[in-house]
C-alpha cells in the first residue's frame, strides 16, 4: 500500500503540474497576442512619425538674375545669383543649381524676359535635371517689345538630384533682363516620397 500511496501522490502532482502548465500555456499565448499587438501599435507609430515628418518638410526657393546677361553664350547653366526666398538651403546662388535633399514630388518653373531687339533673335532656356532636359521656353521673335518665356514641370527626385536651367540655342543679339524679378527660377517639394 505505501508504494500505491507513493504512486497516487506523484499522478495527483502530475495532475497539478498538468494544471499549471495549461496555465502558463494560456499566460504565454496571451503575452504573443499582446506582443503581437504591441508591433502593430510600434509600426502605426513609426508610420505616424514618418507622416508627421513628411509633412514638416517645407523645402521652397525663388531666384532672380539680379542684372542683366549680355549675350549669353550657348549650353551654359543661368546662374539665378539672387535668392528671393530659400527654405531649406537647398538651392545655390553661387551656381544656380538646386540639389534635392529627400526623395519626392517636386515642381520647378522658369521665367526668362528677354530685352527687346531691334533684329531677329532666338533664345530658348531649359530646365535640366542631372544634365537631361527635361522643359522648354523659346523666346524666338524680330520685335522691340520685351520677349518672355516660362517653361515649368513636375518631376520625381531622388535625394542627390540637381535641377539647373541653361540656355540652348541662341542666335543674335540676346539679354536677359534682370532685376525687379523679371527673370526667375523657382521650385518646391509639392510631397515627401
Given at each position: 500500500?505505501?508504494?500505491?500511496?507513493?504512486?497516487?501522490?506523484?499522478?495527483?502532482?502530475?495532475?497539478?503540474?498538468?494544471?499549471?502548465?495549461?496555465?502558463?500555456?494560456?499566460?504565454?499565448?496571451?503575452?504573443?497576442?499582446?506582443?503581437?499587438?504591441?508591433?502593430?501599435?510600434?509600426?502605426?507609430?513609426?508610420?505616424?512619425?514618418?507622416?508627421?515628418?513628411?509633412?514638416?518638410?517645407?523645402?521652397?526657393?525663388?531666384?532672380?538674375?539680379?542684372?542683366?546677361?549680355?549675350?549669353?553664350v550657348n549650353n551654359v547653366p543661368i546662374v539665378f545669383n539672387h535668392s528671393i526666398l530659400?527654405?531649406?538651403?537647398?538651392?545655390?546662388?553661387?551656381?544656380?543649381?538646386?540639389?534635392?535633399?529627400?526623395?519626392?514630388?517636386?515642381?520647378?518653373?522658369?521665367?526668362?524676359?528677354?530685352?527687346?531687339?531691334?533684329?531677329?533673335?532666338?533664345?530658348?532656356?531649359?530646365?535640366?535635371?542631372?544634365?537631361?532636359?527635361?522643359?522648354?521656353?523659346?523666346?524666338?521673335?524680330?520685335?522691340?517689345?520685351?520677349?518672355?518665356?516660362?517653361?515649368?514641370?513636375?518631376?520625381?527626385?531622388?535625394?542627390?538630384?540637381?535641377?539647373?536651367?541653361?540656355?540652348?540655342?541662341?542666335?543674335?543679339?540676346?539679354?536677359?533682363?534682370?532685376?525687379?524679378?523679371?527673370?526667375?527660377?523657382?521650385?518646391?517639394?509639392?510631397?515627401?516620397?
Open positions: 500500500m505505501t508504494q500505491f500511496n507513493v504512486l497516487q501522490s506523484k499522478v495527483s502532482a502530475l495532475e497539478a503540474d498538468k494544471t499549471e502548465l495549461k496555465a502558463l500555456q494560456s499566460k504565454v499565448g496571451a503575452l504573443e497576442a499582446d506582443k503581437i499587438e504591441f508591433n502593430a501599435l510600434q509600426s502605426k507609430v513609426g508610420a505616424l512619425e514618418t507622416d508627421m515628418t513628411k509633412e514638416k518638410t517645407m523645402i521652397a526657393f525663388v531666384a532672380e538674375v539680379s542684372t542683366n546677361i549680355v549675350n549669353p530659400n527654405i531649406g538651403n537647398n538651392y545655390n546662388s553661387r551656381n544656380g543649381v538646386f540639389v534635392a535633399p529627400i526623395p519626392g514630388l517636386y515642381h520647378f518653373a522658369v521665367e526668362i524676359t528677354a530685352l527687346s531687339q531691334s533684329t531677329s533673335h532666338i533664345f530658348h532656356v531649359r530646365i535640366m535635371k542631372n544634365n537631361e532636359p527635361v522643359a522648354v521656353t523659346f523666346m524666338d521673335g524680330n520685335t522691340h517689345l520685351f520677349l518672355r518665356g516660362t517653361a515649368s514641370i513636375v518631376l520625381q527626385l531622388n535625394t542627390g538630384d540637381n535641377v539647373r536651367c541653361k540656355t540652348e540655342y541662341i542666335w543674335g543679339s540676346n539679354t536677359i533682363n534682370g532685376g525687379s524679378t523679371l527673370s526667375t527660377f523657382s521650385g518646391f517639394l509639392i510631397q515627401a516620397a
